[in-house]
């Protein structure tokens, strides 16, 4: 099948060398945002071209304590094993992300690695992602609006076998922060700044960039977030337009099998309509361009 045939938000590539494979991972269900969820399903191509599946990466036992909005899985292979981070949530439990682990190859199956969510118990937490800087492990995620009305991205440190943390949370910045970003009307708060879906990216030249999104003048919409330490530690200062600025988002940046970059994202961000799209990347002395 071709990318226009597969309804998936969030998407996330992992080529595997060992194969010369890629699998596309995303927010799979039909309906993700209510009702029971399926799981977490997964595609391979050999040329990015035509796909083929899905096949069942993640199905949650019965006992498994969220059944409900499977949102944004990502694949990360870390010491020799493949890990699916991805945001859980259920009645009466704030939303987390929780790290799952392959006991094959990277298209699964996957098992709940770490005990419960990895973000903090307390907060309302999506979109999870790993960066590991000198050898170190982060999870870098999203503080949802919902708990502070101007949404945040931090950073905790993890434990090597990456099943606990192993400090305090870091606030990298604020939604806010980017003169891009736009609120939108919640009654929650007087102003509303979404963030969503941080991936990091360190350029040929050391650079540590951030992709994230939010919503801007055309809707929901996709920025880059450089620091200026070149360490997760920031300060991290923002692109004044986004890279991808209407009706699309939640990107990510992989490799091909000749070593060229490539963006993907979800467009348009309506459900069912949203799927994956690709497209060349550059990366130059200002940080990122579509090429």
């Not at 990015?48 to 949102?71: I, K």
């Not at 944004?72 to 493949?82: I, K, L, M, S, Y």
């Not at 000198?134 to 999203?142: A, H, K």
């Not at 009307?185 to 990216?201: S, W």
Request: glycine share 10%.
């Amino acid at each position: 099948m071709r990318l226009d045939h597969i309804q998936i938000r969030d998407p996330f590539v992992l080529f595997d060398a060992d194969t010369r494979r890629y699998h596309l991972f995303g927010s799979t269900d039909e309906n993700i945002w209510s009702g029971p969820a399926t799981g977490f399903d997964t595609y391979w191509s050999d040329d990015l071209v035509e796909w083929h599946g899905p096949t069942a990466a993640f199905r949650p036992s019965p006992d498994f304590w969220s059944h409900t909005q499977y949102w944004a899985p990502e694949v990360h292979r870390h010491e020799g094993a493949f890990y699916l981070f991805a945001t859980f949530t259920a009645d009466g439990e704030r939303r987390g992300t929780q790290v799952l682990r392959s006991s094959g190859g990277p298209e699964g199956p996957y098992e709940p690695w770490s005990d419960g969510p990895l973000t903090p118990r307390e907060w309302e937490c999506l979109d999870g992602t790993l960066h590991v800087e000198d050898g170190t492990p982060y999870l870098v995620f999203c503080h949802e609006w919902k708990d502070v009305g101007d949404g945040e991205v931090q950073a905790i440190r993890l434990t090597p076998d990456l099943r606990g943390v192993a400090g305090d949370p870091i606030l990298l910045f604020r939604a806010s922060e980017a003169s891009w970003a736009r609120s939108i009307p919640r009654p929650e708060f007087p102003q509303v700044f979404v963030t969503d879906g941080p991936f990091l990216h360190r350029t040929a030249d050391g650079r540590l960039l951030m992709l994230w999104s939010s919503f801007g003048d055309t809707g929901y919409a996709m920025g880059v977030a450089t620091s200026q330490s070149g360490t997760i530690a920031g300060p991290w200062t923002q692109s004044a337009e986004p890279l991808w600025p209407a009706d699309g988002g939640h990107g990510m940046i992989f490799a091909d099998a000749e070593g060229r970059l490539l963006l993907t994202l979800h467009t348009p961000n309506s459900t069912p309509d949203e799927r994956a799209r690709f497209f060349p990347l550059e990366e130059t002395a200002e940080g990122l361009r579509l090429s």
